[in-house]
């Protein structure tokens, strides 16, 4: 008899939440703490989407999306999680830049770009702080049609070095690209330069183990392996959740599944208005990447000089195409130094990261997918021996990932790594106004993308929730967060 995942839950809840990601997992414990009787239902085996980990032979425990996180995070941790996870959070400081244009190691914050910019790189302070300031002032409800292509040429108009310093850390850290609209880009770089880049000690399973325990102790339902088929909604509300072969009644619905698949495969373009499914369906995804996970063999060590994050290139210029190209000349290292996860023997680890095209993996035939990732593994470790001496003779482990490998497991339509392109915040923000009860929260618009943009996410539509429900008068009389 095949396991039954859904063993004891009970036909109707309060809310039940479709996917166990940041966002889905922040929204389902405010939810909880609040005192709603809340159901998250994961198809995946693990919790943590793409916050997540995976072990191998020989000891080694590799983070997928743990390469660093604004300063935010411990704010955001604290409020919608707990002290300790907050504690947790730590600063990375060596960020480092090598390509033909320059080489230099920076703590990543306002102060010193404020002094790289103005003594390497000679730009004229004024243009310096009124860049940063302008930044900074950026909010989403601003004009979208200024790309960041233009802010950078307003304030250094010329100064490609200067492009790719303040562009390459944020393509990496969201996938936006100089065409997209300058708030996507003021508003994620802002947050960085507020204080740097922080990483969360003891790893990604250390953190969703955490995050695991507070959802149990909030009273959340947890249900893994259970791939939700169908959002019901009638008469323009939610009225329930299909998976199992059941259909569990529920007043509201959070999603955090990819925005396309929420709307299309979960609900039903049916089910929205004619403009609403035109808007939906122009949202563009955003692009996805290939990982390369590589360990040294046990008590071997880097130098932690060699840096916490490093963006490494070969290519003259910097170009959307060029990051994107299979033809890789762009790849930032993560380095893990033994100080990630103290206990046991030391280890370093590192993964390369580079951004791709999904259609560039998936119309590849089997043998030549198989071929490609294994090239993918040996022109890496070509590239890092530059910065890690001798790297084939000290590594035990290497492996690739694609955009293939994302889609997988985390059925994100195209393997998309960083949800949507900045149109997908509208149509994300507005799913409730087309049916009550319906919400999506998740990677999308840029924005609310990255760690800290899907905890928040998440964080705001509880509130709506929350809110709904309070109007429906199902709001629990004594909630725990009051
Ligand atoms: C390689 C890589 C590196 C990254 N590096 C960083 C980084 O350094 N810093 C940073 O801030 N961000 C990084 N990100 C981005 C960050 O990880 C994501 O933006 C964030 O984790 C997404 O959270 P989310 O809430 O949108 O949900 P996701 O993580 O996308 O999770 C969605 C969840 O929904 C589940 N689901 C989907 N459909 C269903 C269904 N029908 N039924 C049940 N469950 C379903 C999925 O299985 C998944 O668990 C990286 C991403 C990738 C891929």
């Not at 033994?338 to 791709?356: D, F, K, M, W, Y």
């Amino acid at each position: 008899m095949p396991k039954d995942f859904l063993k004891d839950a009970q036909d109707e809840y309060d809310v039940i939440v479709i996917g166990s990601g940041l966002a889905g997992m922040t929204a389902a414990n405010m939810l909880g703490a609040t005192g709603y009787r809340v159901l998250l239902l994961e198809q995946h085996y693990k919790l943590g989407g793409m916050a997540t980990w995976f072990k191998r032979p020989g000891g080694h425990i590799f983070d997928i999306s743990l390469h660093g996180f604004p300063y935010g995070m411990v704010k955001s941790c604290r409020r919608y999680w707990t002290r300790e996870i907050a504690d947790s959070i730590v600063q990375l400081n060596h960020i480092r830049f090598d390509n033909p244009m320059f080489s230099l190691t920076t703590s990543f914050n306002r102060e010193d770009f404020t002094k790289l910019l103005i003594e390497q790189f000679q730009v004229a302070p004024e243009a310096v702080h009124g860049f940063f300031d302008a930044a900074r002032k950026m909010d989403f409800q601003d004009d979208q049609h200024l790309t960041t292509r233009e802010l950078f040429d307003r304030f250094f108009p010329g100064r490609e070095d200067v492009i790719r310093l303040l562009m390459e850390p944020i393509t990496y850290a969201n996938g936006s690209t100089l065409e997209d609209p300058a708030i996507s880009y003021g508003i994620v770089f802002s947050n960085f330069m507020s204080k740097g880049v922080y990483t969360f000690r003891g790893g990604t399973d250390r953190l969703i183990g955490l995050m695991e325990a507070e959802l149990k102790r909030n009273s959340v339902d947890i249900r893994i392996r259970c791939d939700v088929e169908r959002i019901h909604c009638e008469g323009g509300r939610v009225t329930g959740v299909e998976v199992g072969g059941r259909v569990i009644k529920t007043k509201a619905v959070v999603s955090n599944a990819n925005l396309k698949q929420t709307i299309f495969r979960l609900v039903g373009e049916e089910k929205f208005e004619p403009q609403f499914v035109e808007d939906a369906q122009a949202v563009r995804l955003n692009n996805s990447s290939t990982q390369v996970y590589m360990a040294l063999k046990a008590d071997d060590t880097i130098d932690e000089s060699t840096g916490d994050l490093l963006f490494s290139s070969t290519a003259p210029v910097f170009r959307t195409d060029l990051l994107l190209s299979r033809d890789i000349t762009s790849r930032t290292y993560s380095f893990y130094y033994p100080r990630t996860r103290p206990e046991g023997r030391p280890r370093c680890l590192i993964v390369s990261s580079t951004n791709a095209r999904y259609e560039d993996w998936a119309e590849l035939s089997e043998e030549d997918y198989a071929e490609s990732k294994l090239d993918l593994v040996e022109t890496t470790l070509d590239a890092l021996d530059k910065y890690v001496p001798n790297v084939r003779e000290r590594i035990d482990h290497a492996e690739a990932s694609t955009p293939m490998t994302f889609k997988h497991y985390t059925q994100h339509v195209a393997g998309a790594s960083f949800g949507t392109k900045f149109e997908g915040l509208r149509v994300s923000f507005d799913i409730p106004k087309q049916i009550e009860g319906l919400y999506h929260a998740g990677s999308v618009g840029i924005i609310m993308s990255g760690w800290l943009g899907a905890m928040n996410y998440g964080r705001m539509v509880a509130s709506d929730v929350d809110n709904l429900l309070t109007t429906k008068g199902s709001r629990p009389a004594a909630s725990i967060a009051d």
